[in-house]
C-alpha cells in the first residue's frame, strides 16, 4: 500500500476495518451475546477510532514477520548471538527507512520517521520474542525427561479420574436398577 496516496490508503484500511466490525457484530449477534447492530454514524466512529492506531499495528507487525525471516536466514547462515540480532535489526531499520523515502515520491504521501521507528519496533519485538522462543526451546531439549515425567503424571491422573467416573456411573447406575424394581 505504500504506492497509494493517502486517502486511497486511508479508504482500503477503512474498508477492511468495517468488514470486520460488521462481521463481529453479526457473530456476536448469532451467538446472542448481543442483538442490535450499531447506527452508521456509530459504526462510522468506530472505524475512525480504529483506522490509525490498526494501519500503525499493521506496519509494526509486517517488519516484525519482515525480521523473524531475517533471523532464521541469518541463523542459517552460521551468524550467532547478539550479532545476529543487531545485523536484523540494522536491516529492518534500513528496509523501513527506504520505504518511508520511497513514500516521498509518491503523490499524497509523506514519509515519515516515526513510522520507520514503529517498524523497528515491530522488528525489536520480533528479536525479543526470538529469543524467548530460543530460551524455551533450550530448556525444553535439558530438561525433556522433566516434560515426559510430567507428562505420564498427567496421563496416569486423567486416567485415573476416568476409571473413577465409571465406577460412579456404575454405582449410580445399579442403584437406579434396584430402586426400579421395588
Known amino acids: 500500500m505504500s504506492n497509494m496516496d493517502t486517502n486511497e490508503s486511508n479508504g482500503k484500511s477503512k474498508i477492511i ?10 457473530t456476536t449477534n448469532g451467538l446472542d451475546i ?5 447506527t452508521e454514524n ?3 466512529q468506530v472505524i475512525e ?3 490509525y492506531p490498526l494501519r500503525k499495528a499493521a506496519h509494526a507487525s509486517e517488519y516484525f514477520i519482515f525480521t523473524i525471516l531475517i533471523l532464521i536466514a541469518l541463523k542459517n547462515s552460521s551468524v550467532k548471538g547478539n550479532k545476529m540480532f543487531i545485523i536484523a535489526l540494522v536491516i529492518c531499520f534500513a528496509y ?7 513514500q516521498t515520491f509518491v503523490n499524497g504521501r509523506t514519509g515519515q520517521f516515526s513510522d520507520t521507528l514503529i517498524d523497528t519496533f515491530g522488528g ?3 528479536c525479543l520474542m526470538y529469543t524467548i522462543m530460543m530460551k524455551i526451546n533450550k530448556i525444553r531439549k535439558k530438561h525433556i525427561w522433566v516434560v515426559f515425567l510430567f ?3 498427567k496421563l496416569t491422573i486423567f486416567k485415573k479420574m476416568f476409571k473413577y467416573n465409571e465406577i460412579c456411573r456404575k454405582k449410580v ?4 436398577q434396584v430402586a426400579a424394581m421395588s
Open 17 to 26: 476495518i468495517n468488514d470486520v466490525v460488521e462481521k463481529s457484530v453479526e
Open 34 to 38: 448481543t442483538d442490535k447492530h450499531p
Open 42 to 44: 456509530k459504526m462510522d
Open 49 to 51: 477510532k480504529l483506522n
Open 96 to 102: 523501513a527507512c527506504t520505504d518511508e523515502y520511497h
Open 124 to 126: 525489536f519485538i520480533s
Open 151 to 153: 507428562l505420564y503424571l
Open 173 to 176: 447406575y445399579n442403584t437406579t
